[in-house]
């Protein structure tokens, strides 16, 4: 069901990524087990946009992992093929974006500087690695040259820095321009701050006025096509960047494209409307994992996301949430009541675990200087390891 809201439009022109242009301004945020090619479609069959893979990593890549490789798999009919690249070695990042370039593989490439997970921060990697500049700068010259012998945009996703006394998106921000990214987009948390409390959009409107010549894009806390008008507005950003707000709600992506053309409908699905969606996302990531083991543990996560603010009785949610199969999926969603309303503001707002606020797990010694010591290069070889799925 759609319903009619108080015209809003969000006056901004297209996205220029290089060569590339994006009519709506609106990019899905990678997010690792989410954005696979199941989750994408679902997405772009609402709206416009760029829809960006899940974070692979560099050296997964250069070894051509059997995961790494089902992770920058596209639809024939995804327009722009974006993916998102985590690394921490110069070489490594640039031998990935050659094996994307020169097998053409991708038409856009982000980099992550964002990824606040433990696991990634403690061995330097994701939003604890732009506190050192020398290795930043590496990563993204090296970056950009690469992409460029194919003409292939190069972006990057950071965050605020590693806690409010080691903020970092300044100085990484003005770095990456001068290297010759494409956009580059800030998360207004800090590392510290997981995706707990607000997301800083006084932050993001301050990094849009240090880079008047290169697009940038605001993420963090829109759960609307209203919240993101009001990012643009307060901070002028080029574009939205979407991450949680739209789990279990592809449909924001329709909600996104209506605001920016000055229309007013929105997305107000019945309990029906998301049945049909949950089945349908549960056969195209059968469709996208070629097992219908794999992809019904998948779609498990995602079921208190798509339900939230429904009338669903607690045994139902819990078999749902361990459902095993199609055949059994198709029977607990015929025990819904097809003829339930859209539920209003319990459906809306933040979804997905925030976390707490905590201190960074980092290498030692990390926060003591600005470049890398000998102890720490060694240390961050590590980093290469696997993390693509987290």
Known sequence: ???????LKLELPPLKLGPLTVDTPVILAPMA???NRAFRRLCREYGGGLY???MVTSRALVERSPESMRIIEHDDDESIRSVQLYGVDPVTVGAAIRILVEEDRADHIDLNFGCPVPKVTRKGGGSALPWKLDLFTAIVQTAVREASKGNVPLT?????????DHLTFLEAGRIARDAGVAAVTLHGRTASQFYSGKADWNAIAELRDA???VPVLGNGDIWSAEDAVRMVDETGVDGVVIGRGCQGRPWLFADLQAAFEGRDERHRPGLKEVADSVYRHAELLVETFGDEVIALRDIRKHMAWYFK???VGGDLRAK???VPSLEVLRGLLAELDPTAPYPGADAEGPRGRAGTPKKTALPEGWLDGRELNPAQKAIIAAAELDVSGG
């Open 1 to 7: 069901m759609t319903v009619a809201t108080p015209n």
């Open 33 to 35: 087990g989410i954005t």
């Open 52 to 54: 960006v893979t899940e």
């Open 156 to 164: 990057i996703k950071m965050r605020k820095g590693i806690d409010d």
């Open 211 to 213: 880079l008047p010549d």
């Open 309 to 311: 603010g429904y009338v």
């Open 320 to 322: 749902l949430a361990t």
